[in-house]
């Protein structure tokens, strides 16, 4: 989660510095999106994230390094020609991340907001021709609850009995009662055989015991899963903060820390040597990924270099 945390500050001081025209961040989600990555078999089950999960892609094994690379290829340099433009027309007006790594079964994110749900109940469906033990796991935001493709996904899924979960990351806009707020869903004719459950998304320890569950439920053909995950996005500050008070009580790290401050396994020596290695290590990669990015970008303005 401090990984994800800095990771995301940092790709916003790209974009403040003119180096990345866009970033979705993903501050408020990370316990949701890693509470959750961590019960996917890596290499066995198949992940389709949705373009603010960078907690999910981090913690299924993508590099800091790898996700630099891709921000900074969106990038379009200002000396880029008409005809390098034509060649990236996804890169005109408001891109998006197409999170991908084939290595990990992590199936590249297209543009439509839910239509990753459609291609999780095929994927599913075809592990359950196959009498493959795998689960598939799909992530997306509220906005995509919205769209036909996602109630056609669910239905599928619900239909066939599907070994497949999905994940809808519900953004409370408020430091509210979590678990007071009203559901995206709650419009929409949820399919029976479809487990439905709503889960306070920063909390990182309901995160993880709910999707174990859930996971477990898929991979022993008991059907198909929605999680509704709450939680409280805000933008990154300037400065990336291993403690953050900006998301107030909900903020996942704080919460992930008063718990382990409830169960005695707190330090704050250990969590600032944490801290201190994991942003240089960061910055690091960062700066590998600005040198090796081709071909060469200039940034809006004369701004100093990260």
Request: proline letters at 6%.
């Amino acid at each position: 989660m401090l990984l994800t945390r800095i990771v995301d500050d940092c790709a916003w001081r790209l974009h403040e510095q003119g180096y990345i025209d866009f970033v979705a961040s993903c501050r408020g989600h990370e316990a949701a999106q890693v509470g959750s990555a961590v019960c996917i078999e890596v290499g066995k089950d198949f992940t389709l994230p949705y373009y603010r999960d960078l907690g999910v892609v981090l913690t299924i094994g993508m590099t800091p390094y790898e996700v630099f690379r891709t921000y900074l290829q969106m990038h379009i340099p200002q000396t880029a020609t008409d005809a390098d433009q034509e060649l990236h027309p996804a890169r005109r007006g408001e891109p998006v991340l197409h999170w991908g790594y084939h290595k990990r079964n992590t199936v590249t994110g297209p543009a439509p907001v839910a239509t990753q749900i459609l291609h999780a109940a095929g994927i599913a469906f075809a592990s359950k021709l196959r009498k493959a033990p795998i689960v598939t796991i799909a992530y997306c935001g509220d906005g995509a609850t919205s769209e036909p493709d996602f109630l056609e996904g669910i239905r599928f899924a619900s239909l066939q009995q599907l070994p497949v979960l999905f994940i809808c990351e519900q953004n409370c806009q408020t430091d509210a009662d979590i678990p007071s707020s009203s559901s995206c869903l709650k419009d929409l004719p949820l399919p029976e055989g479809l487990t439905h459950q709503r889960i306070d998304g920063n909390d990182v320890m309901a995160v993880y015991m709910a999707t174990r569950s859930a996971m477990e439920h898929a991979r022993e053909g008991r059907g198909p899963v929605l999680l509704e995950m709450y939680v409280t996005r805000s933008r990154a500050g300037s400065q990336a903060y291993y403690l953050s008070s900006t998301l107030g009580r909900n903020d996942p790290l704080s919460r992930c820390q008063q718990f382990l401050q409830e169960q005695d396994m707190w330090d704050d020596e250990w969590a600032k040597k944490l801290y201190t290695r994991i942003s240089a290590e960061v910055e690091q990669a960062m700066q590998d990924a600005m040198r090796d990015t081709q071909p060469p970008f200039s940034r809006r303005g004369d701004r100093a270099q990260p």
